[in-house]
């Protein structure tokens, strides 16, 4: 029985160090240039199901992931790493590296979280805090409003809990998976941009007293 809870304490200790080790993580530098981003991430884990990926393509950069299926390869959603996409600094000023899968409709499928320097979640904050927050968004579509902490319009957003004593660190990594979703969302097609008209200005051929200003809008009182 000793050796039983011996052998559970060795395997707590072990998951807690693989957890920890993404603090200041030394990551290769091919995983920021190399055409083959997934001999260096672990793309699998944030794409399940897919069994082969392509090299990095577009501006910014995401890979295809595909399975395998009577002989036949099917794009089943892409992968790409958020710091090719956008450099949002967490608490600490450095990026939250973070690997991201999302599937052919836009949906989050896995998120990793490869390196960061959140000196906060060292000091009295499981980093499994952080893990836990990302996971959050499998499911989620990459187009829908997702807001840090109580929703004001629950009827249009989507609030997600915020880690306490580390909000800003959430509110970061909010716009890290919101953002980078989005941008390559448009550069595959998932969502389009609608198109406005051109804004036509209206001439006037008097000038317009004080009082007119008002009540048209074009000056207003902010307190």
Known sequence: RLAGILLLALEIAAVSVAEAQTYEAPLPAEIFTDPDLCGHAPCPEVMPGADSFSDRKGK?????????AANEKKLVGYVFLSTDIVDIPGYSG??????????TSGRITGAKILRH?????????PEEELTRFISHYVGKFVGEK?????????QGHIGLDAITGASVTTVAQNQVMLRSGIEIA???????????????????ADRLSWDEMVREGSIQRLT
């Open 117 to 125: 320097g959140e000196s906060v979640l060292k000091l009295g904050i």
């Open 94 to 103: 450095k990026p939250i590296v973070t690997l991201i899968g999302m599937d």
């Open 60 to 68: 910014p950069s995401y890979v295809d992931a595909y399975k395998t």
């Open 186 to 204: 448009r550069q595959v097609g998932i969502i389009t941009s609608a198109i406005r008209p051109q804004a036509v200005f209206t001439d006037i």
């Open 146 to 154: 997702i807001v840090v902490g109580q929703s004001h319009d629950p």
